[in-house]
């Protein structure tokens, strides 16, 4: 993990950007790790667990995810985590381009997880694992895609993106999140 923890600070090629100061993974007990697009900039970056504020309440984007993992018998403590892009990105822009300048660190944290299942949150990491530009992100939510990373077989799945903004961010994967755990 002290490897990754330096691959992440010592990296600057989307300038000189706040990030994740440790090894940028959250471990769980899942047999599938949820990867993100990047940090927001009031969250784990500071309280050290995903999606949680430093006063210790869920974000906005935690409490819809939450609920989803709770369909499941889960909770978000239980989950595996990472994120795409280990900045904070405040303009979306630059989100595809940083996150395929952290895409060798996102492949080192896979090694080091027993997980054979990927759910990727909306579209950027979505495009950055199977490695293609996607127009509609509904084309590819819920369906399961086989795909080789370091010389390992995973599958995976994308969602749409949680956030509580997104109109299917909830409704639009709770029979995704009944399937992952047919699929893990």
């Known amino acids: 993990m002290d490897k990754i923890k330096n691959l992440i600070n010592s990296c600057n090629k989307c300038g000189n950007k706040e990030k994740l100061s440790f090894p940028a993974m959250q471990i769980g007990k899942t047999n599938f790790i949820i990867i993100g697009e990047s940090p927001a900039k009031d969250g784990w970056i500071k309280s050290k667990i995903a999606f949680y504020n430093t006063e210790g309440n869920l974000q906005a984007t935690?409490?819809?995810l939450e609920r989803l993992l709770n369909s499941i018998g889960l909770t978000i403590k239980d989950i595996y985590f990472t994120e795409c892009c280990k900045c904070i990105i405040e303009d979306r822009n630059a989100l595809n381009s940083c996150s395929k300048?952290?895409?060798?660190i996102l492949?080192?944290?896979l090694k080091h997880i027993p997980c054979n299942t990927i759910v990727t949150l909306?579209?950027?990491?979505?495009?950055?694992?199977?490695?293609?530009k996607i127009n509609k992100i509904s084309d590819y939510v819920g369906k399961t895609f086989n795909i080789i990373l370091n010389?390992?077989?995973y599958k995976l799945i994308p969602i749409y993106h949680p956030s509580?903004?997104?109109p299917k961010g909830y409704?639009?994967?709770i029979e995704?999140?009944?399937n992952i755990i047919k699929n893990c």
């Open 164 to 166: 509580p903004l997104n």
């Open 176 to 178: 995704t999140f009944k």
């Open 62 to 64: 935690g409490r819809v």
């Open 107 to 109: 492949l080192e944290q």
């Open 171 to 173: 409704s639009g994967n």
């Open 101 to 104: 300048n952290c895409k060798p």
């Open 151 to 153: 010389n390992k077989n």
């Open 122 to 132: 909306g579209l950027h990491p979505t495009e950055i694992l199977l490695d293609k």
